[in-house]
């Protein structure tokens, strides 16, 4: 079988890296496609995958974005037509939908942001929906999403992944090197997502009250906030220019603060404390994960609050229960390409 991974965002490769590598050992052919945002490319790289670039990333603004779609549905169109593909599966690629229902293709498209507008041309190609448990269907139905086609995995979307890290992080030998300081690492906010309408740069005063009491690793989405935090106030501020693996991050991290979505949820699963700033209205799993204490959410985070949060908090075990979830979510997604 031939399957394409539309992987456009840096979170899609963590989480279906393990399912492609399976499914290459089985003996199926894949082919991958992405385009240049956040740490993408960085991390197909990191990863040893082969995959090709389509078409670009249009920004932030809405009417770039609209231009763009359909440019990049045709690139796409012209690329995937030659290969001849029996199934196409994205996350949050709106896209890919619409090239598969063009081509005459299956297509399982994934989401867990009921705030994507993008949602809607990607609701109605698709030929199967599938969303975490948490996600209510009339929400995907203001979306146009047919409820035949909606298929319920278990948990969240980050515990697909997460339970196959977890069983690395447990072979890893003990770190002996003792920490000179704490370190918190830093995921600053979505600048140019279309379902993003908070604030930019609201964590610089947060930065500069940390810096000088913890090490502070700041994980930028793309060059562009990268060159905003090697600014000459923010010395003494690590800022990630490569991708780093959840891996490395994870046994090393004493909090991790996220103004976004995926790498907090991620950390929060695992046990690592972490707090919330996100400046937008939370997404139905990130309530469900706060409900459970997975995290703390505080848009209006002090350095003086985060210091004293990280002289109590202690990393917990990872959330077992959807770690399990996260196996079963995994499975159900395999089958579900294998066998529709």
Not at 120 to 137: D, N, S
């Amino acid at each position: 079988m031939r399957i394409w991974f539309e992987l456009t965002n840096s979170p899609h490769i963590n989480m279906f890296a393990a399912m492609i590598r399976e499914l290459q050992r089985e003996g199926h052919e894949v082919v991958i496609t992405c385009r240049p945002l956040a740490n993408t490319i960085d991390l197909l790289d990191l990863h040893g995958f082969k995959y090709d670039v389509v078409g670009q990333h249009y920004g932030g603004k809405f009417s770039a974005k609209v231009f763009g779609f359909p440019v990049r549905v045709a690139q796409l169109c012209k690329y995937i037509g030659s290969r001849k593909i029996d199934v196409a599966i994205s996350q949050s690629s709106f896209h890919s939908p619409v090239v598969a229902r063009l081509l005459g293709k299956r297509v399982i498209y994934m989401n867990d942001n009921e705030h994507a507008m993008g949602n809607i041309p990607a609701f109605l190609c698709a030929t199967t929906i599938m969303v975490p448990e948490f996600l209510g269907i009339e929400k995907l139905r203001k979306q146009f999403a047919n409820p035949k086609k909606v298929k319920q995995y278990p948990g969240v979307k980050e515990g697909m992944y997460l339970w196959e890290l977890d069983e690395r992080l447990a072979q890893r030998p003990a770190n002996p090197v003792p920490k000179t300081r704490q370190k918190i690492y830093l995921r600053p906010e979505p600048w140019t997502a279309q379902y993003y309408k908070g604030s930019r740069n609201f964590l610089d005063e947060l930065v500069l009250g940390l810096k000088d009491y913890v090490d502070v690793i700041l994980l930028p989405r793309g060059k562009d906030q990268g060159v905003h935090y090697q600014d000459p106030k923010f010395a003494g501020v690590r800022v990630v220019t490569t991708a780093l693996d959840i891996a490395d991050i994870a046994p090393d991290c004493d909090l991790f603060i996220g103004a976004g979505g995926t790498m907090t949820r991620e950390m929060a699963v695992l046990g690592i404390p972490t707090i919330s700033v996100y400046q937008d209205e939370l997404l139905d799993v990130d309530q469900h994960l706060l409900e459970t204490g997975a995290f703390r959410h505080e848009p209006k985070l002090t350095a003086r609050q985060a210091l004293d949060y990280l002289a109590v908090a202690t990393a917990r075990p990872p959330d077992r229960r959807l770690l399990e979830k996260g196996k079963a979510a995994y499975d159900m997604v395999k089958q579900q390409i294998l066998n529709g």
